[in-house]
């Protein structure tokens, strides 16, 4: 069942008040943070520097051919696991909300479309638009649930990402060369599909993100107390 989440009043994370100042994977982070408990709310807050230079660490320009998707997915389950080790032994909060940062832009980068067909100033737009339009877009909550605390259901997650992002790549190269050709795609109307696959691809980072956060978080014994129960309308 789907769910959407809107009216969230409080924001975890004390950030630049101007939303343009912010990158698309910051504002998802963002987002994601408000589903985390408390305790993993109050180190981001703390730590925010160190979760902003982890995000600006990962380049979208690295990873959005096909095969460098694969590569991410390793790279994802890797550094997730090293987390969960780290956390278990009492780390320097500072260097692990680096890391939280890090995860957080790979996950963005991961449900972007895919590059072959699309230049990759188109999926810069794509970027831009979710920039510009973010604190206007409803999130969906696809599945409440937390993921079961094993490598096969992390492996489940990104076999699940890679075979939506395959059919959103398809949309997007339509949708794209569709308003181009009306207009400047730059300038979305909010009921245009450019703008409905922006809101689609930012709404399914901030899930997919709050899960795998919630998985390390999880595995390595950490306060889950406070969370916000977004299996119901906010």
């Known amino acids: 069942m789907c769910v959407l989440v809107s009216g969230v009043a409080a924001v975890c994370l004390a950030s630049v008040s101007d939303p343009l100042a912010k990158s698309a994977g910051f504002q998802i982070t963002e987002r994601a943070c408000l589903w985390m408990p408390e305790a993993f709310r109050r180190v981001m807050a703390r730590n925010l520097p160190s979760l902003e230079r982890g995000i600006g660490q990962v380049s979208e320009s690295d990873f959005l051919p096909a095969p460098q998707r694969l590569r991410l997915e390793k790279e994802i389950a890797r550094v997730m696991n090293t987390c969960v080790e ?27 479309p895919e590059l072959e067909g699309s230049s990759q100033a188109q999926i810069a737009v794509l970027v831009n638009t979710i920039r510009w339009n973010s604190a206007s877009f409803r999130v969906v909550v696809y599945n409440a649930s937390d993921l079961a605390p094993t490598t096969e259901a992390v492996h489940s997650l990104m076999r699940e990402i890679r075979d939506r992002r395959s059919a959103l790549s398809l949309r997007f190269r339509q949708s794209y060369m569709r308003e181009a050709l009306e207009g400047s795609p730059v300038e979305l109307d909010p009921r245009s599909p450019l703008y409905g696959l922006a809101s689609l691809v930012y709404s399914h980072s901030v899930n997919d993100l709050a899960r795998i956060w919630l998985w390390v978080w999880k595995s390595a014994n950490g306060d889950m107390s406070g969370r916000l129960n977004y299996q119901s309308p906010q």
Do not use: K, T, W, Y
């Open 86 to 112: 780290q956390l278990r032994s009492r780390p320097n909060f500072q260097e692990m909300a680096e890391v939280f940062g890090a995860l957080a832009q790979m996950l963005f980068v991961l449900n972007l």
